[in-house]
């Protein structure tokens, strides 16, 4: 749900130049999210204030009140990293004269994966990906 959020933004986002021709740059939101220390302590937290307050013993108006304030917060934090990464994107774009940086979730094929460029200026370390099946 966030990270489709994440792609959306992401992908309506135009960055740098205006020339014709430029390439298209390609970001991966699902590997940097899963890859993103920051990202994953916010998601665990989310889970971890989600199952908190399904356990507390309160009448469930107060549970769906609680529940929304949550939605409200996470909805600033998502909105937050999804800054940061189009941040970072749009600095790559403009260092590499790229005229759009799309995600490279639902690409066939083509464009500049600028993911890696993506990771390095968020300080993201990728972790190996596991093998299909495991």
């Known amino acids: 749900m ?60 107060r549970k769906q009140q609680a529940a929304m304030q949550l939605q409200r917060k996470y909805a600033n934090v998502t909105d937050q990293l999804s800054k940061q990464i189009r941040d970072a994107a749009g600095r790559i774009a403009s260092e590499r004269r790229l005229t759009l940086v799309l995600t490279r979730e639902g690409i066939g094929y083509g464009g500049v994966d600028i993911t890696p460029d993506v990771e390095k200026a968020l300080n993201i370390t990728e972790k190996a990906t596991p093998t299909p099946g495991t």
């Open 2 to 61: 966030k990270t489709q959020r994440l792609a959306f933004l992401l992908a309506a986002a135009m960055l740098a130049g205006c020339a014709a021709r430029s390439p298209i740059g390609l970001v991966d939101v699902q590997r940097i999210v899963a890859n993103w220390p920051e990202y994953q302590g916010y998601q665990n937290q989310l889970y971890a204030d989600e199952r908190s307050i399904q356990s507390r013993r309160e009448s469930n108006r």
